[in-house]
C-alpha cells in the first residue's frame, strides 16, 4: 500500500480575502504531484467573527459561505461553491479530503435568554462557587440571515451546557446552565475541561445530539468528504463520537479516516481516550511534538536516542498521527512552539522517513508564512514527502546509538530496484556512522538527496556503508539516481 502523507490545508494567518478554496483549487494537481495522498481543509463554516473568522468559532453549521450572515456571505475561505468544487478537484487527483468538525461550542447568538445558572470555579469546574441565579446568556440561535433553509432549528440554552458571560452583570465567570452539571467524561484539567468557550454543546442533550447527527448527514451527502479532522476532543464527552462515526461509516458505505485533536503532553490521557472512543479516531501525536520542539530548543543537549520516547508513535503507533507545526503552535497563535529552521528538517524526516505513524505536512511550512515573513522550507521538504509517495520503504532498523547522532535505514524491497534508505542526522559535530541497508543494494551509489553533504556512498557487499553528517544537520541517503531524478524534476 502507498504511504499516505497528509497535507494540512492552511495556516492562521492567511488572508482573509475569501480566495483560499479557488487556491486549493488549482494547486490540486501540484499536491498530487508532489506525493500527497490527503488533504486536511480547514472549518468550512460561518464563525462568529464573518470572513476573519479561521473557522473555529462556528456560529452557523449549515452555512459554508451561502448566506449574508455576520456581515458576509463568503467565509474566510471563499463560497460553499468554491468549497464543493475545491473538494471535487482535489478528489479528482486522487487526493483524499477530510473536513475539519467543530463540536465543542458555538458563537455569536443572535438573541439573548434569561437562564437559570450557577457559576463554577474557573481554577476547578468541579467546584460551585455561587447559588443557583438567573443570567441573560447569549444561547440563542436563530438565523435569520439562513431563514430556515436545511434546517429550521433554532438552538437554545437547552443545547449547551454553559457559557462564560453575563449580559445583565457584564460578568465574565463560568456559568453552568440550571443542574445540568458538565459532560462528565472529559480532560480532567481545573477539575472538568468540558468548557472551553462560547456556548458549549451539551452533549447529554438528546436534542443536540439529534441535531449534530442531523448536520452530518447533509454535511456528509453534500461534500463527498473522505474523513475527519475532530476539534478540541479532550472538551467533549470522549464517546460522544462513537455513534457520529458509525452512522457517517454506514451512509458512506466504507470506512473514514479520523484523526482527533487532543492537546496534552500527556501520554496516558492521549490512551485513555483512545480507549474510550472505539477505536474510529486517531490521534495527533502532541508528545512527539514537544520532544521535537524540546530538540529544537535544547543547543544540542537534547539526547537524541529519546526523541520518540513517551509518544503516542512508540506505543500506539496505528492509531498516530505525526505532525511538526500547525496552525496552533505557529508563532503568535495559542498554542505557540513553532520549531525552529535548523531543526525542521531534523523533525520532517522524524515524521515522513518512518514506517510508524501517519505523517501530516502544514501549509505553512510547504509555502510559508508570509505574514510572519516565514518562507517555505523548501525541497529538501518536498523531496522527502516525494521519497516516501514514490519509495517502498521494506523494513525499518533503528541507530539509536549516540546522545546526539541518530540515523536508521529503510531495507527497500529487491521489487523495488530504486528503494534503500539511509537517514542520519546530529544536534552536534558532524560524525559518521556505519549502517547496513541491504544486501539487495549492494555495491549502488548512495547520496544525500538533501544536498547538505557532498559524500558518494558505496554499499560493501553486503550493503553496509558508512555515512557521513555535518555539524547541526541531517542527511538523507538515497541511490544517486533516485536523487538525480529528483533534482532535475525540482529545478
Ligand atoms: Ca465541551
Redesign the pocket.
Known amino acids: 500500500m502507498k504511504n499516505q502523507t497528509i497535507l494540512q490545508g492552511f495556516e492562521w494567518d492567511l488572508p482573509a480575502d475569501s480566495a483560499h478554496w479557488k487556491t486549493l483549487q488549482k494547486k490540486a494537481n501540484e499536491l498530487s504531484s508532489i506525493g500527497f495522498t490527503a488533504v486536511w481543509l480547514p472549518p468550512a463554516y460561518k464563525g462568529s467573527s464573518g470572513v476573519e473568522d479561521v473557522g473555529y468559532g462556528v456560529y452557523d453549521h449549515y452555512d459554508l459561505g451561502e448566506f449574508d450572515q455576520k456581515e458576509t456571505i463568503p467565509t474566510k475561505y471563499g463560497t460553499k461553491d468554491e468549497y464543493l468544487q475545491a473538494i471535487q478537484a482535489l478528489q479528482e487527483e486522487k487526493l483524499e479530503v477530510y473536513a475539519d468538525i467543530v463540536f ?2 458555538l458563537m455569536g447568538a443572535d438573541e439573548t435568554e434569561i437562564v437559570p445558572a450557577v457559576q463554577y470555579s474557573s481554577d476547578d469546574r468541579t467546584e460551585a462557587v455561587s447559588d443557583e441565579e438567573e443570567i441573560e446568556a447569549w444561547t440563542k440561535f436563530t438565523y435569520p440571515g439562513r431563514n430556515g433553509e436545511y434546517s429550521d432549528y433554532v438552538w437554545t440554552w437547552k443545547n449547551f ?1 454553559g457559557v462564560d458571560f453575563d449580559a445583565r452583570s457584564k460578568s465574565h465567570a463560568i456559568y453552568n446552565f440550571a443542574d445540568k452539571g ?2 462528565n467524561e ?1 480532560d480532567n484539567e481545573s477539575g472538568n475541561f ?3 468557550m462560547g456556548c ?2 451539551d ?1 447529554e442533550h438528546p436534542e443536540t445530539i439529534e441535531q449534530l447527527d442531523r448536520w452530518g448527514h447533509w454535511y456528509q451527502e453534500l461534500t463527498n468528504i473522505d474523513g475527519y479532522r475532530l476539534d ?1 476532543v479532550k ?2 464527552q470522549f464517546d460522544y463520537y462513537v455513534d457520529w462515526l458509525i452512522n457517517r461509516r454506514k451512509e458512506k458505505g466504507r470506512s473514514l479516516f479520523v484523526v482527533g485533536e487532543y492537546w496534552s503532553n500527556d501520554l496516558e490521557k492521549l490512551q485513555t481516550y483512545l480507549d474510550s472512543s472505539g477505536n474510529l479516531i486517531f490521534l495527533f501525536d502532541v508528545p512527539l511534538h514537544f520532544n521535537l520542539y524540546e530538540a529544537a530548543n535544547s543547543n544540542g543537549s537534547f539526547d537524541m536516542r529519546q526523541i520518540f520516547k513517551n509518544t503516542l508513535v512508540e506505543t500506539r503507533e496505528d492509531y498516530a498521527v505525526t505532525f511538526v507545526d500547525n496552525h496552533d503552535t505557529q508563532k503568535g497563535q495559542s498554542l505557540e512552539s513553532w520549531i525552529d529552521g535548523w531543526f525542521k528538517l531534523h523533525a520532517y524526516s522524524l515524521t515522513l522517513l518512518r514506517k510508524q505513524g501517519i505523517p501530516v505536512v502544514f501549509w505553512g511550512d510547504l509555502y510559508g508564512i508570509p505574514k510572519q515573513e516565514i518562507e517555505p522550507v523548501g525541497d529538501s521538504l518536498q523531496a522527502m514527502i516525494n521519497l516516501r509517495s514514490k519509495l517502498i520503504f521494506g523494513n525499518q532498523i533503528d541507530y539509536f546509538d549516540d546522545s546526539n547522532c541518530i540515523g536508521w535505514v529503510l531495507t527497500g524491497d529487491f521489487d523495488d530496484p530504486e528503494s534503500g534508505m539511509a537517514i542520519i542526522m546530529t544536534n552536534g559535530n558532524g560524525t559518521e556512522k556505519e549502517m547496513t541497508i541491504s544486501a539487495v543494494h549492494r555495491e549502488k551509489t548512495f547520496v544525500d538527496i538533501l544536498g547538505n553533504n557532498e559524500a558518494k556512498v558505496v554499499l560493501d557487499e553486503n550493503g553496509k556503508g558508512v555515512f557521513p553528517v555535518n555539524d547541526g544537520q541531517v542527511s538523507v541517503y538515497v541511490q544517486e539516481d533516485v536523487a538525480q531524478t529528483f533534482w532535475e524534476e525540482n529545478k
Open positions: 465543542n461550542h451546557s458538565w459532560d472529559v468540558d468548557y472551553l458549549d454543546l452533549m478540541a472538551h467533549i
